[in-house]
Structures are given as structure tokens and as C-alpha cells.
């Protein structure tokens, strides 16, 4: 059975446009030369978009720049997306698109006409009484609104997902750090036996990094605040009423509540991407953290019989399809490679703000806001993964953390006071060469207050 199209018609001519969609021919276009990675904007970016196109909406209202009588059916046409979460199968464009994400933009405005004018009994397509550029996109140009749906995007996903989820492995982090207070084990420098550290100091790392990261990413709201709404093609504000931007912003706060400002120079943030590189920037410090902690966990729970050994990690599933009984760190694993594809995703952050700043406009804004919300879902998702598969059923091996300790040759350190460096060091070698400890050296050698200097080798 044929599918049934309508035929619509733009400056470039006619086109085929299936009838049951809710796009129209731009879309469609967008959908025929740009068939690149099969990958749509996430639906994060399509709601924030949706709450950018109501504040312009009832921006322009206010303004008496739209009949009010259209208000309704655009604003239920928008709520239908932002409230109800329908239609989000009607944006099918590529995101690998033009770089100011003009595709994206004009998609939103034609499915919210389409609803509207169904909404208000006419058919789809034909652009009354809701038109998609003169109303739905009044005011306004893809340079300015997708930067601003980028901005909301993203304070979203730190606020609503990134930073509870870091808070949940802090929490869990503290946690152990209460319960390893007691435990002293053997430090470890240059992947070689150090002087004894506690484990909770240990933990205490991990937690103060993340701690940190907090702090860096609430920073990024500042910046992140600021938009260019308003500010149209060039950032001159061509076409918009004078008095749209401080509308249009104010609009956004009230329906997100947040605190959101207009951009004094809003070419800044049309031509360039600062604020994203910054965001980019604190999630790699983040994932980097993350790297670490992942790592020294894989670290000290290595063996079970020939590693360090000296953490018992949670056995969640088989380790092999050969080996029977072995227990991978696949949360360590899963962690470490997150943190790897958000350093990436920086990386390219980085890149397309270098070579898409080009004069006026910044022309891989898609690449950029996929790119970081990709890195706040995979790191969100990841840390609770870890928090809950791992962390929180992590174990010390008192055992083998002791029986490290009793053999821990840099123990001697703590006798240099006493007894100088180079007799501490004489010791140790001998215990080495010998494989003894250093209390056993210390029995068998001449010293004076042997008592007092094995006293000083506890922990």
C-alpha cells in the first residue's frame, strides 16, 4: 500500500512530505541531504528548544506582534511536546546538519504550526492560519535560539542529573571512609610499597576530587545563565521587537525557573561557544577523578590471589566465558571507559569551537551540545552505575591488607629520626635480600632499644 503524501511547496519548489507527519517540506529537505549518522538530537535538546519556542511565544504576544487569538493553539501545541512528551518522533533530522542547527530549528517551528493550525481544525502543511516562520519563529533565528536551547540543555542535565548523581557517590564515598577509619594499610608511590597511609585517607581523595567537581560545575551556571535570545542572525537584534529580548528572557525564567539574563553582547555568544568549552572543560576534570578512583579500586582488588588484593569488590557476574570462578572489576571497567569518551567528547568540544568561529557565527553549535550532553548522561548514568554496583558493597581484606603491612619494607622510614637514613636503608635491603621484615632485622641486628625502634614500626 502506498504511503500518502502532500505535496507542499517552498522557494525552491515543490516536494512530497508523508501526510500523517507533523514536519513539513523544510524538515523533509533536511531529511533528504543530510542522510549522514542516523542519530537525532536527544530529547533533552528537543524539550529545552520547546520551552525556548514558548517564551518567544508568549514573548511576542505580550508584544502584540501574534494575534492573541492564536495563542491557545500554539501554546497547546508546544505544551503538547513540553507537558505531554508527544510528537518527540516528529524530529528526525540528522545532527550532523548545518552547523548553526538552522534544520533542528525550523523542524520545531514546523511541527508546532502543524499542531496548531490541526488544533485549530485546519490540515497540516499549509501554513494558516500558524504560519511556521512568521509566527512560531518570530523574532528570531536558528543563531540565536539553538545557542539559548544549548544553554537551558545543559544546565538541565547538570542540575537535574550530573550533580545528584555525583552527590549519591559522595555520600557513598563517606560512608566508607567511617567504616575503613581504622584500617592502616600500605601506601603506595610509583606503583612501588611507600610508608603506611589509612585507607579512609585514601577515600578521602576521592571524595574531596568529586567535592571539587561540584563546586566547578555549579561555576558554570554564571556563564551558562547568560543568553543571546533575542539577538537573531548576528547578534544586532535585525527583525526582533526592541524590546523582544527582555521579554523573550523573561518568559524563560518564569516557565524554568531559573535565573536567566540577557546577554549584553549577544554577538558573543552567537559567534562563539565559550561558556560549553568551559562546561567541557570541568567534566573532563571530573571524569579524570572518576578515572582515578575507578582505577586504584581495580588496582587493590586485583588477585584475588596474586594482586594486592586488599579490597573485596561485589561479584555481580561471571568474569569469563573459559576461566570458571573468576570475578572481573567490570564496574571499574565500565567507569574508566565513560571517562574516556567524555575526554574525547572534550576534545572535540574543543575543536569545533576552534574551527567553527569563524567571524560572526559559530557553525558546529549541533556537534557541541551533542557532544556535551552526551558526557553529562554517560558520566550521570555511570556514577550511578558504580555507586550502586560496587561502591556501596565494597569490602576491606583485612587479611591481606595486614599481612602487606607486616611485610612492608618502607615501614623503616619511620626509624630515619632514630637512626639515620643510611642505617634505615641498610635495614630495609637486608630485609629485602633476606625476605624478612623489618622487625625481624631489627631483632637479629646489634641496635640499641630495639624494643622502642619495633614500637615505632606499628601502625
Known sequence: MNEKIRIEKDVLGELEVPEEVYWGINTQRAILNFQISGKQ????????LALVKKA????NIELNQINAKLREACEQALDNIIIDKRFLDQFPVDIFQTGSGTQTNMNMNEVVANRANEILGMPK?????????????????SNDIIPTAMHLSTIKGIKDDLLPAIQKMRDALNVKINEFNDIIKVGRTHLEDAVPIPLSMEFSVYEKQLMEGQKRLQSTFENLLSIPIGGTAVGTGITAH?????????????????YFTSNPLKAEGIASHNAMVFVSSILRNIALSLMKLANDIRWMGSGPRAGLGELILPQNEPGSSIMPGKINPTQSEMLMQVCLQVLGNDTIIASAESHGSVLDLN???????????DSINLMSKGIISFTENLLKGLKPNIKNINKHMERNLMSVTKLTPIIGYDEAAELAMRAHETDKTIKEIISESDLENKEELQKLLEP
Open 125 to 141: 502543511g499549509k501554513k494558516q492560519p500558524v504560519h511556521p516562520n512568521d509566527h512560531i519563529n518570530l523574532g528570531q533565528s
Open 56 to 59: 518567544c511565544l508568549l514573548a
Open 363 to 373: 557553525t558546529m553549535k549541533p556537534l557541541i551540545i551533542v557532544s556535551i550532553l
Open 242 to 258: 526592541e524590546k523582544f529580548s527582555e521579554t523573550a528572557t523573561k518568559h524563560l525564567c518564569e516557565i524554568t525557573d531559573l
Open 41 to 48: 538530537f536527544p530529547t533533552s535538546f528537543i524539550l529545552s
